[in-house]
């Protein structure tokens, strides 16, 4: 009898990760093996913890909008995270019905194998997206802080070892709605005010929106980099709004005003076409924002759709699913650069992934600072400094939430 | 200056929809213009109602874990539908808070169009999946039964025309963790007693999962045919199980013993696999029950990667879209036999869907009857009847839903 292969190499390796993407998928291909390679390869690095750390309680905490989740161990160590509060407002049942009842009784240390196990656990991968990933990550920091917590390790150890300790961040902005020559005006203030040495603009109308003004986007594009100096770094995001061909002829002119990246040029699940834009344009092309699958990411990467990726640590499920992407970039020399989304603590969840990248682009996003939630840190202003956030250093996620307001919050009944 | 391409088309064509897909978007190929148009068909066939239906209360209701969704017009007519409940338990606030405030005070005549714009609103796209679709589809049973009830005809006549007034079903099982010889009895009895023509037994493991018990599958294939003879059309189900070299192997061996169709070869997020073992195998490919994506499913048909099309209603969001997805698959000449999950009303829906297909497959999917959804239906028995399902022929949905079950169920507030 003849068993399936990927039950022959997780027996070998022990671990039972991403049991598909062991065996090649494309026909002829030898960096795709490579890819593979990158992204099974093992994440967490904890071997301090020689012990079982058997997850005793899980409970999500609310108070208003905002979402808590509070990881005890059967010894009482406690790991907490706050969710992205945007998308949880709207996601809580799937983390008490559909993630939480996994992880009871289950060994921390094999959060890497609990994961592949949790998306087949209830079928949860008929829901693969944010709405699956979202309140994944959730948990995934929680534990993650558990056992930083721990061994007494910040997370960018936990999930591997440090290769920056400072992030440099962009400075986004979305003025869509406003003239060219407003949005510049705005964006030029900006700059001035913060010093920052990158950009990123919106471009199109979003999705299927029309842009707004008419002509915003093509005017914008011819203008901002004369306005802004050739030395700064300046993005552009369309966010999913072009057909191929005006993703392409966009693409062209952002190429002939030296823009450094192009996020987004067509609709998210537009696998073939990114892949030609890619192809036909030369300014490098972003984007994974809204990417849930681990394989569509190695599509994407396999085929050179992507000169730049952009997981989002939330929308993907955390920082170890995220960090076999950015591997898998690396394989190819490409750029990890996250995508976080601006609430809770995204910013500072960025800034510990990022801090284990030894392939971060040269900028980040930045929507912090965090101010609706109070909260001390003895290593890290949290802010951007000239530029720069300094990556706290203190065990797990690095700060303590304020004692008066994590009381505020409440356990969710199931 | 220039204006994107789907703007003018949408003017001209005054609907607005899928206005990515209205332009092509492959580099060369004349098939994929045929599908696009196919897809932009409006699907709603409701000349009758001259005067705006405006939407004027939405209710999701709920006793224990079923889930009832109530519209009400300005002019007092009433829409409802049950909704997957297995799924609406962990979804329901999506429900709530990203899909009904959008709809009330709009058109219900408009629901091609405000479907698509839903899509945009609130970043709704960034849900794609069943998370986002099953609560969309709830929603559009209800207005769609609402429509039908308006004009008086059953909802096949509100998305086309009657093209069945009987569906065949083919009897569906999940034996998997039984010896082969095991399944192969229960399936030979089950059929015996109900007399069906058609049968899918399961192979593989599900997703990752490892087979069980080992070698199941290979004999099961082998005997299945023999024992159940060559009048009986055989489908086998995979459930995304195989890794490509392995789909391949298994999609032979059901060649070779004269199976009707193989489900899922590879897991569902695996595009370019299931073209590839599309083309390797001569067994006709079904799939599309997790495709979240319209965008995916121009692809999957227009690449050949399928050869059998199976939205599912509710986890594809309703049957407006499924019914593009259908088209599609019709300009090719394929048969779309769409995917129902098991609980609720699913079956009638399912009914209803294939009641206007003009491309429906020979037999289709039963899970039903509901015996936990008190019912009355003057116009079918609504069980499969010497394998055949009535549609039923009153407006809307055709049922009557008891009273008193209907009041057991309280709004779910805000």
Same mark, same amino acid.
């Given at each position: ?42 994440? +967490? ?7 079982? $750390?058997?997850?005793?309680? &899980?409970? =999500? %905490? !609310?108070? *208003?909008?905002? /979402? ?11 790991? +907490? ?7 949880? $407002?709207?996601?809580?049942? &799937?983390? =008490? %019905? !559909?993630? *939480?009842?996994? /992880? ?27 709405? =699956? ?282």
């Amino acid at each position: 009898m003849r068993r399936r292969n990927f039950l022959r190499h997780s027996l070998a390796t022990g671990v039972g990760l991403s049991s598909f993407s062991q065996s090649r998928y494309r026909e002829t291909t030898t960096d795709s093996d490579d890819l593979i390679k990158a992204m099974n390869r093992p994440v +967490l690095n904890i071997p301090e913890i020689k012990s079982p $750390v058997i997850i005793d309680h &899980i409970e =999500l %905490l !609310r108070y *208003k909008d905002n /979402f808590i989740c509070r990881v005890i161990s059967a010894d009482g160590a406690v790991g +907490l995270s706050v969710s992205n509060n945007m998308q949880m $407002v709207s996601l809580y049942p &799937i983390f =008490l %019905l !559909r993630i *939480k009842p996994f /992880f009871i009784g289950k060994d921390a240390r094999q959060l890497e194998k609990l994961l592949e196990e949790l998306y087949v656990f209830k079928s949860n991968y008929k829901l693969q997206s944010l709405a =699956l990933w979202v309140p994944v990550a959730t948990l995934e920091f929680a534990i993650l802080d558990l056992l930083g917590k721990i061994c007494e390790k910040p997370l960018g150890k936990v999930i591997g070892k440090i290769h920056n300790e400072k992030i440099a961040v962009y400075q986004a902005n979305n003025y869509r709605g406003r003239s060219a020559d407003e949005s510049l005006e705005k964006i030029k203030k900006a700059v001035e005010e913060s010093g920052a040495k990158a950009v990123k603009f919106k471009i199109g109308g979003r999705m299927s929106s029309p842009e707004n003004p008419p002509g915003r986007s093509e005017r914008l594009i011819a203008l901002i980099r004369e306005e802004l100096g050739s030395e700064m770094k300046i993005y552009a995001d369309s966010n999913g709004s072009y057909d191929l061909e005006e993703a392409i002829r966009i693409g062209n002119l952002l190429h002939k005003h030296n823009i450094d990246f192009y996020e987004e040029p067509v609709p998210f699940d537009w696998y073939e076409e990114t892949r030609i834009v890619a192809k036909k344009c030369k300014v490098p092309i972003a984007g994974g924002e809204q990417e849930g699958s681990m394989h569509n990411f190695l599509w994407l990467i396999d085929h050179d759709a992507l000169q730049i990726v952009q997981p989002d640590i939330f929308y993907f499920g955390g920082m170890i699913r995220s960090m076999r992407v950015a591997r898998m970039a690396e394989t190819k020399g490409l750029k990890c650069v996250p995508h976080i989304s601006g609430s809770g603590l995204g910013h500072i969840y960025m800034a510990h992934f990022v801090s284990a990248l030894p392939n971060a682009g040269p900028f980040h996003e930045y929507k912090g600072p965090s101010e609706d939630i109070p909260m001390t840190c003895a290593t890290s202003s949290l802010r951007s400094e000239e530029g720069l956030i300094t990556v706290p250093k203190g065990p797990g996620l690095g700060i303590d939430l304020e004692n008066e307001f994590l009381k505020l919050h409440k356990v969710i009944p199931v």
